[in-house]
C-alpha cells in the first residue's frame, strides 16, 4: 500500500468495542453511567479535602490530586467514545488522536507517580510518626506534587515524540475506543523498532521505577508494622495504608493484566475491553476504596451533606 506522510493523515476511525448496533445504546448508558459516578465521586473527595480543615494534611492532599488524576484519565477518552456512539461515527481527526495519546500518557504517568508519593508518604507516617509533619511540610508536599506533574509531562512529550516521526499507511482503523499508542504504531508503515525501543524504556522508566518506589516503600513498612509489640497497634498502623495498597493492586494489578492479555491474545479487541479496567473501572472505584475505608472522609462528607441540607431553605424549615 502506498504510504502517506503523518501530516496528510486528517482522521483515524476508531472502531470501539463492538460493531454490533444492538449494543450501542447499551454501552453508552454503561459508559455515560460510569463516568458520571467517577466524576461524581472524585470530585466529592476533592470537595470533601479541600472543604475540611480536618482534612487538610499531606495524606488527603495527594489524595485530592490523585482524584483529579483519575478525573482526567476518565475525562480524556470516555467522552470521545460517548459522542461516537450517540452519533454513529467512528471517526477522530488526527489532532484528537494525538491529543489523547499525550493526555493520557500524562495523567496515567502522573497518576503512578501520585501513588508512589503516597506509599513514601505512609513510609514516613508509621516509620517516624513524631517526627511526620516536620519531615512532610507543605513545601515538601507541594514540590513532590510539582515534581511528579513535570515528570509526567516529560513522559507525555516523548510518546509525542513517537508519533511525530511516523508514516502511517492508508488504514487508519484502530480497533480500539480511544487513541492508544500500541494501536497506533501497528498502523505505521515504516520501520518501529526504534520507536517500540523507545516505548519500552519510557515505560520501564516512568512505570517501572515509580513501582520500585512503592515497593521499597511497603518493605520499610511491613518491617516497621512488624516490629510493633501489640496486635492492636500492628492492626491500627496496616489500617493507615489499607486503602492506599488496594489502590495500588488495582491499578497496577490491572494495567499489567491488560498488558499480559494483549501478549497472550492475538485479538486486538479482546485487548480493547480489557483497557476498560484501567481507564473507567479504576478511576470510579478509588473514591469508593477511600471513603468506605476511611471514617474521616465519611465524616468529612456528612458534615458537608448536613451543611448542605441545613441551608436548602425548605428543607431546613421542615428540620426547625
Known sequence: MEAQNLTDVSEFLLLGLSDDPDLQPLLFGLFLSMYLVTVLGNLLIILAVSSDSQLHTPMYFFLSNLSLADISISTTTIPKMLVNLQTHSKSITYAGCLAQVTLFSLFGCLESLLLTVMAYDR??????????????????????????????????????????????????????????????????????????????????????????????????????????????????????????LSVVCLFYGTGIGVYLSSTVSSSPRKAAVASVMYTVVTPMLNPFIYSLRNKDIKSALWRISAKYLMSTPMLSFFGS
Open 123 to 244: 513510609l514516613v507516617a508509621i516509620s517516624h510518626p513524631l517526627h511526620y509533619l516536620v519531615i512532610m511540610n507543605p513545601y515538601l508536599c507541594g514540590l513532590l506534587v510539582l515534581v511528579s506533574f513535570s515528570i509526567s509531562v516529560l513522559s507525555s512529550l516523548l510518546h509525542s515524540l513517537v508519533m511525530s516521526h511516523v508514516t502511517f499507511c492508508a488504514d487508519v482503523e484502530i480497533p480500539h475506543f480511544f487513541c492508544d499508542l500500541s494501536q497506533l504504531l501497528n498502523l505505521v508503515c515504516s520501520d518501529t523498532s526504534a520507536n517500540n525501543i523507545l516505548i519500552y524504556f519510557i515505560g520501564t522508566i516512568f512505570g517501572g521505577i515509580p513501582l520500585s518506589g512503592i515497593l521499597y516503600s511497603y518493605s520499610h513498612i511491613i518491617s516497621s508494622i512488624l516490629r510493633v509489640s501489640t496486635s492492636g497497634g500492628r492492626y491500627k498502623a496496616f489500617s493507615t495504608c489499607a486503602s492506599h
